[in-house]
């Protein structure tokens, strides 16, 4: 019994000397947001559900290593930190060579359509504009003050018709060089008629007036330059700290890419028609992110 009694008390204090087990330190990933709804929805009922915010949810439940904090910036700011080597990701980028020289990037989401469509809040810009407007040919006209973000891409097509714009210094075209709250600032200064329009994702517009409703609505037409789709990447700084991060992304999006959870994010706020429309296109998606390694890592 005494030789019980003993053996139990060196068990208790061996324990006692044991030191307690450390937590492990999350790694901190600043993340950037801004005021873009439906793919950032900051405010409303339906704050932290938009397309990226989900996306991001995703991450965060399955990658318990990284501790995600919000960032406020715009894709301009957000590209000043990646040349300042200073840590933060995008969840929303399109790919540029620009960007590649200071961003590691993988496939996270898909955009169908990448459908821009002229925005105003005035009639008389849509007077004479055929059904889908040529974005080159209204550049060109003196009498339109147009307004654009000058670090954003917009895509390839327009993002040469934006260089050369820099290269001609039009005034009646201003490129503003950083929008730290968010595009939806821009719709506001032409609801304002600050300016006399602008572009912008059809899902982009819609969310912002049915936000200010009842007020006037912003009037919209198609843009010729539109695409029928494009991978939205994440994006993270160019260094040691950004490889990783994109890498263990990149392998998780490989694994969860055909799961209905990962699937209703990406084709979230998107129309049932035109995911109807889009659904080969959306499922290629599916299959490529799936198969493999999809980033500008190298491997």
Same mark, same amino acid.
């Not at 492990?24 to 900051?42: F, G, H, L, S």
């Not at 040529?134 to 009498?143: A, P, Y």
């Not at 296109?281 to 500008?296: C, H, I, N, S």
């Given at each position: 019994m005494l030789l019980t009694s003993v053996f139990?008390? @060196?068990?208790?204090?061996?324990?006692? /000397?044991?030191?307690? +087990? #450390?937590?492990?330190?999350?790694?901190?990933?600043?993340?950037?947001?801004?005021?873009?709804?439906?793919?950032?929805? %900051?405010?409303?009922?339906?704050?932290?559900m938009g397309r990226v915010d989900r996306l991001r949810r995703i991450l965060e439940e399955h990658l318990k290593e990284y501790q995600l904090t919000d960032v406020r910036a715009d894709m301009s700011k957000t590209t000043d930190l990646w040349k300042m080597e200073k840590n933060v990701c995008s969840g929303s980028a399109l790919i540029t060579p620009e960007r590649e020289q200071w961003a590691y990037f993988t496939a996270l989401s898909?955009?169908?359509?990448?459908?821009?469509?002229?925005?105003?809040?005035?009639? &008389?810009?849509?007077?004479? @504009?055929?059904a889908e407007v040529?974005?080159? $040919? +209204? #550049? &060109? $006209? &003196? #009498?339109r003050h147009g307004v654009f973000v000058k670090d954003r891409s917009y895509g390839p097509e327009i993002d040469r018709l934006l260089k050369e714009v820099s290269a001609r210094g039009d005034r009646h075209l201003t490129l503003k060089k950083s929008v730290t709250d968010g595009y939806t600032t821009l719709l506001k200064m032409v609801e304002k008629k600050r300016f006399d329009y602008m572009i912008e994702y059809e899902a982009v517009v819609r969310a912002y007036n049915e936000?200010?409703?009842? /007020?006037?609505?912003? +009037?919209?037409? /198609?843009?010729?330059?539109?695409?029928?789709? !494009?991978?939205?990447?994440?994006?993270?700084?160019?260094?040691?700290?950004?490889? $990783?991060?994109?890498?263990?992304v990149d392998q998780l999006l490989q694994k969860i890419a055909l799961t209905n959870e990962y699937q209703r994010a990406v084709e979230s706020w998107l129309d049932p028609d035109l995911q109807k429309k889009?659904?080969?296109?959306?499922?290629?998606?599916?299959? &490529?992110? !799936? %198969?493999?390694?999809? #980033?500008?890592?190298?491997q």
């Open positions: 139990f008390a @060196l068990l208790l204090s061996v324990g006692l /000397a044991q030191p307690p +087990l #450390m937590k492990t330190e999350k790694i901190t990933v600043p993340w950037a947001v801004t005021d873009w709804e439906p793919y950032y929805i %900051q405010d409303g009922p339906n704050a932290s898909f955009q169908v359509p990448l459908e821009y469509v002229l925005v105003t809040a005035s009639t &008389k810009v849509l007077d004479g @504009l055929p040529s974005l080159k $040919d +209204l #550049m &060109k $006209d &003196k #009498m936000k200010i409703f009842p /007020a006037k609505p912003l +009037l919209t037409k /198609a843009v010729k330059e539109s695409r029928p789709s !494009a991978v939205f990447h994440l994006a993270c700084t160019k260094n040691s700290w950004g490889r $990783d991060v994109v890498r263990k889009n659904r080969k296109l959306l499922d290629e998606f599916y299959q &490529k992110r !799936a %198969q493999g390694p999809w #980033m500008t890592v190298p």
